[in-house]
Each structure stands twice: as C-alpha cells, then as structure tokens.
C-alpha cells in the first residue's frame, strides 16, 4: 500500500498548524487524482444535466449529483485526512463554478450553493476527525512500538544476565527464569518459590539479604515488583552470588575471633600467673618486712623504714590484683556477668566517687561464655574512657534481657565527644577503644552504637545475642555492613 507521508508524524514531534496542512494537499499521490477525476465526471454530469436536461432527466434528478460529492470528498478525508477533504472540496467548488453562472437560474445556484455548504462543513468536519484518529492511531502505534522494542531488550538482558533471575505471580510461584536460574535448581518454572529458597518468608523482607539456597550457595537477592501478567501482579528476583565474598568475610571472622580467643587465653595465663607467683612474692615479702620491724634489738628508725617498705609492698600486691582482674575477673567465670559487673561498678564508684549504678532488666540470664565475656569486655572499656575523659558524675550502666538477646548500655553525663572522629590520636599504643567494641559485637554477631553530644554525655548501646549464631548460616543473614 502507498505511503501518505503527509500524515506521518511522532508523539515527540508537534503537529503541523491546521492551515499549513490544508495548504499542502497530497499531489503526489496518484490516487488522490483518481478521486479528483471522479468530481471531475460528476461535476460534468451535473453540467451535462443542466444544459441539456432532456438527456437523463429521466433516470437523474437535478439535484443527486452535488449530494454524491460527499462520496469523493469523503473518500479524500478518509485516505488523506483534512488536507485531502479541503483539497477535494476546493476542487468540486472551482469546477461547479461554470454550472453556478448559467443563465435563467438553470444552474439551480440556490440549491447547489446550499449543498455546497453543507458539503464544506461535513469536509471540514469529517476530514479533522479522521485526521485525528490517525494521528492518534500513529502515536498508539509508536508508542506500542516503543514498549515492544523495551520489552524485547529487557527480555536480551533477562536471558544474557549470569545472574539467576525468577519471575513470581502473585501467589509466589515461578512464572519465567533465565538461562542463569539453572545454577540454582533444574526445572524451577511451575514451582514455589520456597521451594528454591529452602526457607518460606515475606520476599520483601528478604530483598537485600544474603541467602543460602538449597544449592548451597550464598546469594543476596534482590525483589522488585515489574509490570503485570496475564495471571495479575508479578515481581522479579535477581540473584547475586556472593559465595566467594562471604567465604573471605567468614574466614575474616574466624581469624578474628581465633585473635581474639588467644587474646582473652593469654590475658587469662597472664592473671593466673600474676596471681600465682608476682603477687604471692610480694605478699610474702609484706609478711617477712613486718615480721623483721618487730623483731627484737632492730632500732626504730630501721623498724620505721621497714614498716614503710612494707606497706610499699602491699600497695603493689593490690595493684598486682587490681590488674589481674582486669585482665581476667574470677568474678565472670565463677558467678557470671551480673555480678562481675556489678563488682565492676562498684570499683568505678569507690575510686572515682562517681554516682554508678547498674540496673538489670527482664529475668537475668546467663549467656553464652562469648557473650558475656563480650559484654563484659565493652562495658570495662566504656568505663575506663569515662575515667580517662568524660569527667562525669554520674554513670548508668543497663542489662536488660529477652529470650535470645543481650542489650547492654552505658550511659553518662560527662563532656561527650565527636562521633565522627572515634579512635585514638596518631602516636598512641594501640587500644580496642571505640573501634575495638564494635568490632568485637560485630563478631558476636550483634552492633554497637554510639550517640555522644559535646557538653552533655555519651551513650553506648550493644545489642548482643544471647547464643552467638553459627560461623556457617543456613538461612537468610543479613549483609555485613561495611561501616562496621
């Protein structure tokens, strides 16, 4: 079929002004002249008639052939809109002009010039209306186009992505799969979706997390809802292998904890040891200096430095103490972490005459060894920095228990600091400090916040489970957090 270029337009583009159309009508179209041709007979016809009425006057009337104008000038509005309706009504109305100046009224002028008006309006009319639909009918035509050239380069991407991607229904089963979703299981479309993922749960929640499937790899997924099927609602599911990554970061966390466990094993030998040999010494030395400053025959003024260099003793015998139960409290082995917390507690009140206080909340449970020692360890750093810089008076320290967690904080009302610069200047000995308590809930499997306003206080919460999860997870975990 010929092309009517004059028509032709794009949702993108204006259309042309109304008259510039008109004024452009499609000259180059042979058929628009065919129809030109057939006004061209009727208009002779009518002339034929009018001049020689006695020819068909019969078989004719007079007036049929201005009403079957509309019949070419329909036919130009329909093939090529309002320019060819306008076009073909100027042409009719030029040609009838010869019949409009015979004499004697036998041109019927009146009748003609009001079926000629009639004829214009329908034209005009008719022409703009299919005009419209036209164009209208185009841009739906682009713009179906447009989809089905985005859908078919969607459906390229689905298919070349090395990622397995799974199409749900609304009810959660497998409409479509790329090539990719093979990793995960042989023939999935049909099947449920829990099915692949070995686990049932809310998909929504689901996207972002990192996910070990039944084939034994970690993928984090990621849902999103795309453009409806047949069957209603549907969502996509895009599967991203991270097994490699999160075997480095398991096998990073295993070094960790393995540093930190020879850490709290050395920092246990170290208090044995101070407490079995240094500190027996000296208390045995304490006992023989004062034995000797009350001997017999020893003169007063050696008796006195006796006396003193015992007392000398003594106070390095508590200090021995005091630093191995820092680096190991009996207390957290023997009783558990309440108590050797509150002993904790204590210690800062009496030597720093601060208001301390812990409060336990829920029903006191004791966890696992990693995690009260965890928790003990974060709270004796959170203590020793308000002793070092909070200059505070008053500290809270808060356990408060549920079924599977642990949540610790400590609180104080001291000058605070800014969070943004945590850690230790450039030049000092390494310290857990800040970074050390996150890092070490982070191990645990738990986080550790800190909230702290210059000239107002410090706030340091660690959210702790209860049992550690285990180093291998079998369900959905949620992705490290790399600030962390």
């Known amino acids: 079929m010929e092309t009517e270029p004059h028509l032709e337009t794009t949702a993108t583009e204006a259309p042309r002004p109304v008259l510039e159309r008109i004024l452009r009508p499609p000259v180059r179209q042979r058929p628009f002249w065919v129809i030109q041709c057939a006004v061209l007979l009727i208009v002779g016809v009518h002339f034929a008639l009018d001049v020689r009425p006695s020819l068909l006057h019969d078989i004719l009337p007079t007036s049929i052939p201005v009403a079957i104008l509309v019949l070419p000038i329909g036919y130009a509005a329909l093939r090529y809109g309002l320019a060819g309706s306008v076009a073909t009504t100027a042409w009719s109305i030029l040609l009838w002009l010869p019949d409009l100046m015979l004499p004697h009224d036998e041109g019927h002028a009146g009748d003609d010039l009001f079926n000629f008006a009639i004829i214009v309006v329908v034209a005009i009319v008719f022409g703009r209306r299919v005009e419209i639909e036209r164009l209208t009918q185009a841009r739906a035509d682009e713009i179906n186009a447009r989809t089905l050239a985005v859908?078919?380069?969607?459906?390229?991407?689905?298919?070349?992505?090395?990622?397995?991607?799974?199409?749900?229904?609304?009810?959660?089963?497998?409409?479509?799969?790329?090539?990719?979703?093979?990793?995960?299981?042989?023939?999935?479309?049909g099947r449920p979706v829990d099915t692949v993922l070995g686990t049932a749960g809310d998909l929504d929640h689901l996207s972002g997390r990192v996910l070990r499937t039944t084939n034994g790899r970690d993928y984090r997924l990621d849902v999103v809802p795309i453009a409806p099927g047949p069957t209603g609602a549907r969502r996509q599911v895009t599967f991203e292998d991270v097994t490699e990554e999160r075997t480095e970061e398991r096998r990073a966390r295993q070094f960790a904890q393995q540093i930190v466990q020879v850490e709290e094993d050395q920092r246990r030998r170290l208090a044995r040891e101070l407490h079995d040999e240094p500190l027996q010494l000296f208390l045995h030395l304490a006992r023989r200096l004062e034995l000797l400053s009350t001997a017999a025959g020893v003169p007063a003024d050696v008796a006195g430095r006796l006396a003193e260099t015992r007392n000398q003793a003594l106070e390095a015998a508590t200090r021995l103490r005091s630093l191995a139960r820092d680096l190991r409290p009996p207390a957290l082995d023997q009783l558990g972490l309440v108590p050797a917390l509150s002993s904790l507690v204590a210690e800062l009140e009496d030597d720093e005459g601060l208001n301390a206080h812990l409060v336990v909340q829920g029903t006191p449970r004791r966890p696992s060894d990693a995690t009260g020692l965890g928790a003990f360890r974060i709270v004796q750093e959170s203590l020793r920095n308000i002793r070092r810089h909070a200059a505070a008076r008053e500290v809270r320290v808060t356990l408060a228990f549920d079924d599977t967690t642990l949540r610790v904080s400590v609180v104080d009302d001291g000058v605070g600091f800014d969070t943004h610069r945590i850690g230790r200047p450039p030049g000092e000995p390494p310290a857990m400090g800040m970074v050390g308590m996150r890092e070490r809930a982070r191990l645990l499997g738990g986080a550790l916040v800190v909230r702290s306003t210059p000239g107002v206080g410090t706030a340091i919460e660690a959210e702790l489970p209860l049992e550690p999860a285990p180093d291998e997870p079998s369900g959905p975990t949620e992705a490290p957090d790399a600030a962390g």
Request: glycine letters at 8%.
């Open 151 to 189: 859908q078919a380069g969607y459906r390229r991407l689905f298919e070349s992505s090395r990622s397995p991607i799974l199409v749900l229904d609304q009810e959660g089963r497998i409409v479509d799969a790329n090539p990719a979703a093979t990793a995960l299981d042989a023939g999935v479309v």
